[in-house]
């Protein structure tokens, strides 16, 4: 039953384009949700079962909210998608309301701290993360083609929602992207050398261009050291250096700049944003440089710079 359910799900999600992490995490829930309902078929469960495992989730798993309503969101895929079962029922499952953040910003000081912590390839990540306002895995993810030193921009496919957008390359990197891109050719070419499968690659490009995964404009930016098995190529690939590095590099750089706040990877996005705005830049320039679909998303930056100290003088300098 479990090998059938999971080819139907891996059928569904991927003709609809889903990200390979979201099958992942997806498929992780569903089989959690199998499991916690002594192996029932998700036929013969309801809004009872859905409520249930939630409710687990959230007592005994102690899991934060997005968690939860991730696995409500795999449910949904599960019975809406792949079972094809509209129930009236899915609908009235409230999800678990997640906690207003303001987001954490590090200060200009502090940014410079955190990357003077870091060297080599975390060094040229970290800092694309904040000069050009990338997530962690759009930095990952970026290929020699991506990039136009002319025009000075990057461009991001595939984004969150799956999302095009282009921002901009600070103008200081391009040695630096220069010298990386030097050590990625080095790489492809010993790679083509020892016929190697090459690169992974999106969708059906691997099957349209069959020596494409060896061309130049294709490689990634930042490689993984070792080749892997891909799924959807179905062989083994050299894909892209994976997100825990950067991560931890990150984490050891703030714990040994000494800053006093909980920054990581993902916190040079936010210090971006915000310092764009402080230099004065229009909030639709931001929202379209960050690739946030509503400019509400882009708003919780302006809240960030009201409530710091240089934009609110409080009553007690008037004593």
């Not at 590090?106 to 410079?112: I, L």
């Not at 970290?126 to 050009?132: E, F, P, V």
């Not at 929602?161 to 600070?170: E, F, V």
Request: proline letters at 3%.
């Amino acid at each position: 039953m479990a090998k059938k359910l999971r080819e139907e799900f891996r059928s569904e999600i991927r003709v609809r384009h889903y990200s390979y992490r979201t099958e992942e995490t997806y498929w992780k829930w569903i089989r959690r949700f199998i499991l916690y309902h002594g192996k029932r078929h998700p036929r013969e469960m309801g809004a009872e079962e859905i409520q249930a495992f939630l409710s687990y989730l959230a007592t005994d798993g102690h899991l934060s909210a997005s968690s939860q309503n991730q696995a409500l969101s795999a449910l949904l895929f599960l019975y809406k998608k792949v079972l094809q079962v509209e129930l009236p029922w899915m609908d009235e499952i409230v999800r678990a309301k997640r906690p207003a953040r303001v987001p954490i910003v590090m200060t200009k000081s502090e940014v410079a701290k955190v990357l003077k912590c870091l060297q080599g390839k975390h060094w040229l990540m970290a800092s694309l993360l904040y000069g050009s306002g990338l997530r962690l895995t759009e930095c990952l993810r970026l290929r020699v083609q991506d990039i136009d030193t002319e025009y000075l921009q990057l461009t991001i496919r595939d984004g969150k929602g799956n999302k095009d957008r282009r921002t901009i390359l600070p103008d200081s990197l391009l040695p630096h992207i220069e010298h990386q891109l030097d050590f990625v050719r080095g790489l492809m070419e010993r790679d083509i050398e020892e016929g190697e499968n090459g690169v992974s690659l999106p969708y059906a490009i691997d099957r349209k261009f069959k020596n494409a995964s060896n061309e130049w404009r294709w490689q990634y930016v930042f490689p993984s050291s070792k080749y892997a098995f891909i799924h959807h190529n179905q062989s083994m690939r050299r894909h892209h250096a994976h997100a825990s590095g950067l991560a931890r590099a990150v984490t050891h750089a703030v714990r040994e700049s000494v800053i006093n706040k909980r920054a990581t990877s993902h916190t040079f996005r936010h210090s971006f944003a915000t310092h764009l705005l402080e230099s004065g830049y229009d909030i639709r320039t931001v929202q379209e440089l960050l690739g946030h679909s509503q400019v509400q998303t882009t708003q919780i930056y302006t809240h960030v710079i009201k409530r710091g100290g240089h934009a609110v003088r409080s009553p007690l300098e008037g004593l």
